[in-house]
């Protein structure tokens, strides 16, 4: 059974393991589309899917926000990765399933994954 | 929308955008009358009587990025066409009550699906709100306060990967007891 207590000892733990965030210079933006376009065509999961690829490989320097609706709402579910001195980029069509590439290649190893980005389903 | 968890999570927005600071989210199952309940109650900005009669209808928003807003008129519709009923309730300055009743036999009804992500990612994406979800299935209930795991959790925040995973454990815990699953 989960208990409150339990919750006690998580809050000990965190207390002790919990990193200031880093410098802000170098802080990585994930931006999920999460309207009424982006959830019916399948934002949740890969909102989760990118919250849990990140903190499962403890990548302090990126933060995972939601947004309203972005305004292609053909390309939903699309997640906007913002970060300083860099050109924005927008990877549509998303999936859960694409997540670990875009966090392993780009956020981790900062390859964007041209596939997957908005300039390869335009042309 | 493939599960009613998503227009939940849909229709929750809008009271965030509303500047709640409190919202309820209650599901509740009748298995012998074949009944589903969800509400979405927030202390927001609320609307005016004009908006109220107007946000069902899928013509009108007050966002001016876009024009049509489908969100609670998708949710009327998913709850309608099990001849269920749809009500919105609410007062300027004061908050807005959402509520939607299904007819969980009808071949129309479209499940609840995943609700625990639901909920987690409302409360983890905003941890400055506070959100009360009541689960009850016939007559057994649970309850999950954050204003409760705040007062344990001091500065720790319900986003902290450790505790969202405590979150889901008990949502998914509590939802089998009270569903007779686990004793
Ligand atoms: N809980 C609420 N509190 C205050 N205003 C609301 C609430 N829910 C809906 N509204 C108003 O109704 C409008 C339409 O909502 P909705 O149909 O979900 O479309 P959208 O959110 O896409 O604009 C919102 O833009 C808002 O002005």
């Known amino acids: 059974m989960k208990t409150l207590e339990e919750l006690n000892a998580i809050r000990e733990k965190a207390k002790a393991t919990m990193t200031v965030r880093e410098d802000n210079s170098d802080v990585i933006r994930v931006v999920v589309g999460m309207a009424t376009c982006g959830i019916a065509a399948g934002a949740r999961p890969v909102l989760n899917s990118f919250v849990e690829e990140v903190a499962r490989r403890r990548l302090k320097n990126v933060t995972v926000t939601q947004t309203g609706c972005i305004g292609m709402c053909q390309y939903e579910p699309i997640v906007e990765v913002f970060e300083k001195g860099k050109e924005k980029v927008t990877y549509v069509k998303m999936t859960a399933d694409k997540v670990a590439r875009i966090v392993n290649e780009h956020l981790v190893n900062g390859n964007v994954v041209t596939e997957f980005a908005v300039g390869s389903f335009t042309k | ?183």
């Open chain 2, 1 to 183: 929308m493939r599960e009613l968890s998503l227009n939940i999570l849909d229709v929750a927005h809008n009271s965030i955008a509303a500047g709640a600071s409190l919202l309820e989210i209650v599901v509740e199952e009748n298995s012998a009358s074949c009944e589903m309940l969800i509400g979405i109650y927030d202390n927001g900005c609320g609307m005016s009587a004009d908006e109220v009669q107007n946000v069902t209808d899928p013509f009108f928003t007050t966002r001016t990025t876009r024009r049509i807003g489908l969100g609670v008129p998708l949710f009327k519709q998913a709850a309608e066409m099990t001849g269920g009923a749809f009500r919105v309730e609410s007062r300027k300055n004061a908050g807005t009550r959402i509520t939607a009743q299904f007819k969980t036999d009808s071949v129309d009804f479209i499940p609840l699906g995943d609700i625990c992500s639901t909920i987690l990612m409302l409360i983890t994406m905003n941890t400055n709100r506070d959100f009360l979800y009541r689960r009850i299935i016939d007559g057994r209930e649970f309850a999950l306060d954050t204003r409760e795991l705040k007062d344990i959790l001091g500065d720790v925040p319900l986003n902290e990967p450790e505790v969202a995973e405590w979150m889901r454990g008990f949502i998914e815990e509590q939802t089998q007891i009270i569903s007779g699953g686990v004793k």
